[in-house]
């Protein structure tokens, strides 16, 4: 079984042997190797079982390390980076050769973050190797947002997990490519898109995912699912069954009501962000026969959580 400490010397010892370590980030907890390390990497992939063609993030603790794994950094990505780095922001670029395909998934581009939790942070500078992170969750299910969560799906493959305490911001990060044509969102995130919009003083594209283009990984349709079946509707009134969960937000929904989950009665969409994962395992783990969730309004993070529930409520 994994230790669960606070130790980062520790977990870089881990790390420099080639070994994995879960780590905390401001978003969600990362499955952790040396991004350099191809046999790390691939054991990323077996203790996931994530499938080989979905690529991962470059973690790093200081920017300018970005000429070192990029080739290009456009201007708007510097306009990015210095607004909302250290953060729940990653970016794409065209990769260097020192990065490995296996993390890239044979990709020319690799994507790259820098977290802002200060036990990530520490633990990077601790070390002469970016790196690659997943988050900490067997493929397709929800993302950990505790070293608990962590502890209970892959504790028995992984040495160490560093508990950093619950996750800050609660939803993965903000994906932006400067790789594509023109620069697009592949993933909205815990950074929200109008802060992003107005960092650049204009609007950039979003990427709607789909089941069926292998040419934009990871952006599955269906992900972030828990096993109990899992829909959107609403909550229409008290239900005399015990079979049915539902998750609700705001102040006209009820906050102390049996089987009814409030991510935020008073309707902060932050702190929705950081109770959804950990709500919907809990539900996962209760004995209900489904789960009934309320889509929230579609701006900031609302727009974010509203990706995942509907990726969750996702049938393939
Ligand atoms: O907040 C986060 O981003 C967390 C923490 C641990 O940093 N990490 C995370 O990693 O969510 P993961 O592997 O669960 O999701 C990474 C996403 C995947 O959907 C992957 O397809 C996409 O990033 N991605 C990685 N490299 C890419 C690339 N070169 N081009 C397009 N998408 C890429
Ligand atoms: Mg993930």
Sequence with gaps: MAIIGTDTARAAAHLKAG???????????????????????????????????????????????????????????????TAFWPGPLTMVFPKREIV??????????????????????????ELDF??????????????????AHVAKQLGDKIPYILDGGPCEVGLESTIVSFATAVPTVLRKGGLALEAIFEALGQEIA??????????????????????????????????ASSAKA????????????PHVY???????????ARNLFAIMRQLDQANYQEIVAQLLPEQGLGAA????????????
Excluded: C
């Excluded at 539902?246 to 009501?257: A, H, N, W």
């Design 100 to 125: 490995p395909d296996l993390v890239t998934a044979g990709l020319p581009s690799v994507a790259v973050r820098m977290p802002s939790h200060p036990m990530a942070l520490t633990l990077l500078q």
């Design 246 to 257: 539902y998750l609700v937000f705001g102040p006209d929904m009820p906050t102390t009501e």
């Design 206 to 239: 979003v990427q709607t995912h789909s089941n069926s283009k292998p040419s934009a990984p990871g952006m599955l349709a269906q992900h972030y699912a828990p096993e109990v079946p899992f829909r959107l509707g609403s909550y229409l009134g008290r239900d």
């Design 262 to 272: 409030n991510l935020s009665p008073k309707a902060d969409m932050a702190e929705a």
């Design 19 to 81: 070994e994995l370590v879960a780590i905390p980030t401001e978003t969600v907890y990362g499955l952790a190797a040396n991004a350099l390390d191809v046999a790390a990497v691939a054991n990323i992939f077996a203790v996931k079982a994530r499938p080989s063609f979905d690529p991962l993030i470059l973690h790093i603790a200081d920017w300018r390390d970005l000429a070192t794994y990029v080739t290009a950094l456009p201007p708007q990505a510097l306009v990015l980076a």
């Design 130 to 147: 970016p790196l690659a992170a997943p988050s900490a969750n067997p493929f397709g299910y929800v993302s950990p947002t505790t070293a």
């Design 305 to 316: 959580i509203n990706d995942r529930l509907r990726r969750a409520a996702s049938r393939g």
